[in-house]
C-alpha cells in the first residue's frame, strides 16, 4: 500500500530549528513532487512548500521563504523540511503530500502528519 | 491565510443533499481547476474531487463537483453518517504561485 510517514515533530524554543522527515513506500518516489502542508490546530490547511521529482526544483510559501528548507533523497525515498529561525506562528501539524503525476499541485496522498510545537 | 471562501458549516439529515461552495477569483479559481479534501475528525486530509468534477477511484459517485468562472462547488448526495468531516476546496494561485486552500466546511449529519 502507497504510505507516507512523517516524524521529527516536537517541542522546540522560539529561534530554534527543527528537521522533518517524510518517508516513502510502495511508489516511485523519485517520479513525483513532494510537498508539505501545514494546519494550525482547529484552523484551516496552508501550503508550505514543495520539491520537484530529482530535487532541483524548490517553491515555497512566501511565510517561511529564507527559513526553511525542503530537500529530498530519493535513494532513501525520503523527503525533509528543514526549518530554521521558528516562530509561534509556526506551531502546526506538518503533513507531507504526494503530488498526482500528471497534476503536480494535487494531493493524492498524504501522511499522517507530525506536530511541531513553538513555545518557550 | 485562506484565499478560498467556504461556509463554516452544512448539515443535513441522512439520505439528503448538502451542497458546499467555494468562491476565489480571477487568479485562482478563475484560472486553474479546482480540488476537494475530505479531513475526517483527527484524521489527516485526503483527496475527494480533482480537476473540479473527477473522482479518485474508491471515492463513491456520491460526492461531485463544480466550477463556473470564480466559484466551484461540492455536492454530497445520499448523506450518510461517515460524511461527517471537514470539506476544502483548493486550487492553485497564479499570484501567490503557490496552492491555496480555502477557509474549510465542517459537515454535520442530524
Known amino acids: 500500500e502507497v504510505h507516507l510517514v512523517e516524524s521529527g515533530g516536537g517541542l522546540v524554543q522560539p529561534g530554534g530549528s527543527l528537521r522533518l522527515s517524510c518517508a516513502a513506500s510502495?511508489?516511485?518516489?523519485?517520479?513525483?513532487?513532494m510537498h508539505w502542508v501545514r494546519q494550525t490546530p482547529g484552523k484551516g490547511l496552508v501550503w508550505v512548500s514543495r520539491?520537484?521529482?530529482?530535487?532541483?526544483?524548490?517553491n515555497y510559501a512566501d511565510s517561511v521563504k529564507g527559513r526553511f528548507t525542503i530537500f529530498r533523497d530519493n535513494a532513501k525515498n525520503t523527503m525533509y523540511l528543514q526549518m530554521n529561525s521558528l516562530r509561534a506562528e509556526d506551531t502546526a501539524v506538518y503533513y507531507c503530500?504526494?503530488?498526482?503525476?500528471?497534476?503536480?499541485?494535487?494531493?493524492?496522498?498524504w501522511g499522517q502528519g507530525t506536530m511541531v510545537t513553538v513555545s518557550a | 491565510q485562506s484565499v478560498l471562501t467556504q461556509p463554516p458549516s452544512a448539515s443535513g439529515t441522512p439520505g439528503q443533499r448538502v451542497t458546499i461552495s467555494c468562491s476565489g477569483t480571477?487568479?485562482?479559481?478563475?484560472?486553474?481547476?479546482v480540488n476537494w479534501y475530505q479531513q475526517p475528525p483527527g484524521t489527516a486530509p485526503q483527496l475527494l474531487i480533482y480537476?473540479?468534477?473527477h473522482r479518485p477511484s474508491g471515492v463513491p459517485d456520491r460526492f461531485s463537483g463544480s466550477k463556473s468562472v470564480t466559484s466551484a462547488s461540492l455536492a454530497i448526495s445520499g448523506l450518510q453518517s461517515e460524511d461527517e468531516a471537514d470539506y476544502y476546496c483548493?486550487?492553485?494561485?497564479?499570484?501567490?504561485?503557490?496552492?491555496?486552500f480555502g477557509t474549510g466546511t465542517k459537515v454535520t449529519v442530524l
Open positions: 503530500a504526494r503530488g498526482m503525476e500528471w497534476l503536480l499541485d494535487t494531493f493524492d496522498i
Open positions: 510502495e511508489f516511485t518516489f523519485s517520479s513525483h513532487w
Open positions: 520539491i520537484n521529482g530529482d530535487g532541483s526544483g524548490t
Open positions: 480571477s487568479s485562482n479559481i478563475g484560472s486553474n481547476t
Open positions: 480537476s473540479n468534477d
Open positions: 483548493a486550487a492553485w494561485d497564479d499570484s501567490l504561485n503557490g496552492p491555496v
